[in-house]
């Protein structure tokens, strides 16, 4: 693509949700199934980026023409996020990254043996989007999927994590599912898109997306 308001720019999209391993055969993970974030790459790239996709497991097939890097677990995504945004202009951090690990991963598979009960430690997973908060010439999205209390845990985030935006969204309807209604939260204020297909809303969230970059790209 030689055209669109992205055309030269570096996009770095996450996707899907992460595996976190238990043992050799079992993991932790979550329903997230890719939709969303692919259509996002997707809607960035014909607006004429280049876009890196950085997607955990997913159920839907991945988008042409953009480099996809595939991990699996929170760590592995941390990794990769860091080395893409290295060149990038934007983050688009759609992923739903496991906020908690297993503490020790079992080297053989774990045997029920006699038990009525097993015990798995958690340990705390590095917040990606808090970590790079320090890039300031990055242009940050973040995503919010919440199950309650939505627009106050968005506005939290946005400060937080240092964004640009924050796209909430009811988690329970959202993830998995094939269409969505995403809240846009920004410092203006907040803007509600319609329900939507995942490929409808990537669109719309992408101009509104661009637009700010146009914002922030000519101070
Ligand atoms: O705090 P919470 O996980 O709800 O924040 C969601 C946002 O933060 C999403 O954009 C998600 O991709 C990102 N995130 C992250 N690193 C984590 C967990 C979430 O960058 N460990």
């Not at 790459?41 to 497991?57: C, F, K, W």
Request: with cysteine; net charge neutral.
């Amino acid at each position: 693509r030689t055209s669109g308001p992205l055309r030269g720019r570096r996009v770095v999209v996450t996707a899907g949700g992460t595996h976190e391993p238990i043992d050799p055969v079992r993991f932790i993970g979550n329903r997230a199934s890719g939709r969303m974030g692919y259509a996002i790459a997707a809607a960035a790239r014909d607006r004429g980026a280049s876009v890196t996709l950085i997607s955990g497991p997913a159920r839907v097939q991945p988008p042409a023409a953009v480099t996809l890097v595939r991990v699996e677990t929170a760590l592995e995504m941390q990794r990769e996020v860091e080395s893409a945004i290295a060149d990038a202009d934007l983050l688009i951090m759609n992923a739903a990254v496991a906020d908690f690990r297993p503490a020790i991963v079992a080297g053989q598979k774990i045997k029920k043996g006699d038990d009525e009960e097993l015990t798995i430690r958690l340990v705390r997973n590095p917040d990606i989007l808090a970590s790079i908060a320090h890039r300031r010439d990055l242009v940050k999205i973040g995503f919010a999927a919440e199950t309650h209390d939505l627009l106050t845990y968005a506005r939290d985030k946005l400060e937080r994590k240092g964004l640009d935006m924050i796209v909430a969204n009811e988690a329970v309807a959202s993830i998995g599912s094939e269409d969505i209604q995403l809240i846009l939260i920004d410092a203006q204020g907040i803007e509600r898109l319609p329900l939507l297909p995942k490929t409808e809303a990537a669109e719309l969230l992408l101009d509104a997306i661009v637009e700010r970059c146009a914002a922030r790209w000519s101070d």
